[in-house]
């Protein structure tokens, strides 16, 4: 079994939600996720964005979910983290 | 999230708090200065039986709440469509599924409940006196004058909400915005007294 431990991210959002509440609601997707969020650029309507999450487990789907509930746009998957576990049972 | 959440999330994305104060102050003058208008009307004509004159000023409460209702609706609806179709070509994605999509569709609706619901509440919290006397409630003064004296207080807690906004001296807004609501009493009496 393998578990994703880390992952940055680059984000295309538009200015509202801010930094603050984006990197609340990717944080909200876990239980133990520490994100880090770095403003790259900004635009006129948008802003793009590097985005560390670490955590134990992390579900990248929800992740994703969130970006995209939020108004952002996933561009691409610039670091990832995996481990392999082994399989209890 | 709360509902009540909900909504300050979707206002603030939309950065709409400020067009939800505006719309509920001017129509919430509105509201008032219509209402003080037709009273003061029926105060200098010749009596006018209590019910006549509340279904007169009821019958202009729920016009303006409906015309605050269907015009904030239809405005800020195409302003909100126009806000979202520049976001989408900017993210060059679809945000319809998105808080954003979400919001353009919400926030005209909620826009068009504070405008319409502005005047009609002030209204009806004008025409409380009248009520009261056609409920054959006593009141000390005059029914007509107890509907002006409240509009007028009215008028003031608007201008004093306006001052608290602009972080200035409430009184002197609130005396402000009933200077205003006075003029317009005067007006009627010099044309209609």
């Known amino acids: ?89 | 999230m709360s509902l009540l959440q909900q909504v300050r999330f979707l206002l603030n994305i939309t950065r709409t708090h400020d067009i939800v104060r505006r719309y509920l102050v001017v129509n919430g003058f509105d509201g008032a200065l219509t209402m003080l208008g037709i009273i003061i009307g029926f105060a200098v004509s010749s009596s006018a039986d209590i019910s006549v004159i509340i279904n007169a000023c009821l019958g202009a409460a729920i016009a303006l709440g409906v015309s605050g209702v269907s015009s904030a609706y239809v405005s800020e609806s195409a302003e909100r469509r126009r806000a979202l179709g520049k976001l989408e070509e900017a993210m060059i994605s679809d945000l319809q599924d998105s808080a954003h999509g979400e919001a353009a569709r919400l926030t005209p609706m909620l826009i068009a409940l504070v405008n319409g619901s502005a005047p009609l509440i002030i209204s009806l919290l004008i025409l409380t006196p009248l009520w009261l006397a056609d409920a054959g409630i006593p009141l000390p003064l005059s029914p007509l004058y107890a509907a002006i004296i409240i509009a007028l207080l009215l008028v003031f807690l608007l201008g004093v909400f306006l001052g608290h906004i602009a972080g200035r001296s409430w009184l002197r807004s609130g005396i402000q915005t009933m200077l205003i609501a006075v003029a317009t009493a005067a007006l009627i009496y010099l044309f209609a007294g």
């Open chain 1, 1 to 89: 079994m393998t578990v994703v431990r880390r992952v940055v991210l680059d984000v295309l959002k538009p200015h509202q939600p801010n930094a603050l509440e984006f990197a609340r609601a990717i944080a909200r997707t876990g239980a133990d996720y520490c994100v880090r969020l770095t403003v790259l650029e900004v635009d006129e309507n948008t802003e793009t964005l590097q985005i560390e999450i670490e955590g134990k487990l992390i579900d990248f789907e929800a992740i994703q979910s969130s970006i995209s509930d939020m108004g952002g746009s996933l561009h691409s998957i610039d670091e990832v983290e995996v481990c392999s576990e082994p399989d209890i049972g």
